[in-house]
């Protein structure tokens, strides 16, 4: 039991240090959407993307697989204004996270900037696909899915029609979720 005990402090402690460390020296947390995002980059990384989907198991692809699924609770989010500062916290964390990670992996900072701003930019770009594709229009949901999940890499038809499928069962189960149960990390 002590043992237990003393693990927990020195995880809070070394928490606390890295909270001040990075207030300190800039790195950024705007707070927020913390549970959300958890839950999202969950989703992004479970197996069955990689396996049954086909999306390449490397940085890219989890990177695809994450931002698909924040593409997809997103969309659901935009459609209530009362969601939208919530919505705006989850893009933020999202950038504060791929500069964490992009760091973490050991780019530099001349160049983070740059690898972040195309991060959100290709997010951007994401959101206006899976928006149309959403919306009801198979053909565009599968050439959205080819584009942004598998970059242009044509996928198998079973691994296209598993991410195509798990894309839009997200999407019915966000719209069965009141948008502040969303917003507390609660996706179904």
Do not use: C
């Amino acid at each position: 039991m002590r043992g237990r005990a003393g693990g927990q402090a020195r995880r809070d402690g070394a928490r606390e240090t890295l909270e001040l460390l990075n207030r300190l020296f800039g790195r950024r947390d705007r707070g927020g959407q913390a549970e959300l995002y958890a839950e999202v980059v969950q989703l992004g990384r479970a197996p069955h993307w990689y396996v049954d989907g086909g999306v390449p198991d490397t940085l890219d692809g989890r990177f695809d697989a994450i931002a698909a699924v924040l593409s997809v609770v997103l969309v659901r989010l935009e459609r209530e204004p009362a969601a939208v500062a919530g919505s705006t916290r989850l893009a933020e964390r999202f950038i504060d996270d791929m500069d964490a990670q992009l760091r973490q992996i050991g780019i530099g900072d001349l160049v983070v900037g740059k690898q972040v701003g195309r991060a959100v930019s290709m997010l951007g770009g994401r959101l206006g696909a899976f928006r149309d594709g959403l919306g009801g229009d198979a053909a565009a949901l599968n050439g959205a899915i080819a584009r942004n999940v598998y970059r242009g890499d044509p996928p198998s038809d079973a691994a296209l029609a598993h991410v195509r499928r798990e894309l839009t069962a997200l999407r019915d189960r966000l719209d069965t979720v009141a948008s502040d149960a969303i917003l507390a990390g609660r996706l179904a």
